[in-house]
């Protein structure tokens, strides 16, 4: 089975711009998790969505969301770029939500 | 709310030295935790989890909710053990992390 894959792997923006990142999950996975990873704040869970459902959200404001599709690949976005952004932005896709198979990460840089 | 506690941010150990990477959690119903770890260069992965009650890598953990920890334990380090360790804790969808322990493995 192929793994989780994240396009792309690594993204310079600027302030003030906004980013869309992608998941594709292992087939047949219906869970995708999104975690953000920084050395200040280790892994940090942003959202998890189930059949294009969001089941749960992390302590973020409003500037991070996501979406499902149908085909289980998932979406996130972060409107508004602030510096502290830059991160590593990790995916993982789980059948039940039990074990996680993670991505390689998008690394999103902030200038 | 639910909160994961690792005491130790790095941990140094010789080879063939027994080691324990702790992890403290908070939460007041019955927990789903286990043990992720990230390799250099890979990416994170499960070592294992408490419901599985398995021993993998010669890794074991067991969880003791009277003080509320789920250690991670080996007699006898390998260097190829040497990696960052994440304890985590599964509430209805939501997983949180630990900060993580950073391990060495000295030969």
């Known amino acids: 089975k192929a793994g989780v894959t994240q396009t792309p792997r690594y993204l310079i923006k600027t302030r003030g711009q906004q980013v869309t990142l992608s998941c594709s999950p292992i087939s047949g996975h219906r869970s995708v998790s999104w975690y953000q990873q920084t050395p200040g704040q280790g892994l940090q869970f942003l959202f998890e969505y189930f059949s294009e459902t969001q089941r749960n959200k992390g302590n973020f404001p409003g500037r991070f969301s996501g979406r499902q599709f149908s085909n289980s690949r998932s979406e996130m976005n972060v409107s508004t770029l602030e510096l502290g952004d830059s991160a590593l932005y990790l995916c993982?896709?789980?059948?039940?939500?039990?074990?996680?198979?993670f991505g390689p990460g998008t690394r999103l840089t902030v200038l | 709310a639910q909160r994961v506690t690792q005491p130790e941010k790095l941990l140094s150990v010789f080879k063939g030295a027994p080691v324990e990477l702790k992890c403290n959690y908070s939460?007041?119903?019955?927990?789903?935790l286990f043990w992720y770890v990230q390799y250099s260069r890979q990416r994170l992965q499960l070592l294992l989890r408490?419901?599985s009650r398995e021993s993998i890598k010669g890794f074991t953990a067991d969880l003791n909710k009277g003080e509320t920890s789920f250690h991670l334990k080996k007699p006898f380090a390998q260097e190829e053990d040497s990696a960052m360790y994440y304890c985590a804790l599964l509430n209805n969808n939501d997983m949180r992390f630990g900060a993580g322990t950073r391990l060495t493995v000295k030969p």
């Open positions: 408490h419901i």
């Open positions: 993982a896709s789980s059948a039940e939500f039990n074990e996680q198979f």
């Open positions: 939460y007041s119903g019955s927990p789903e």
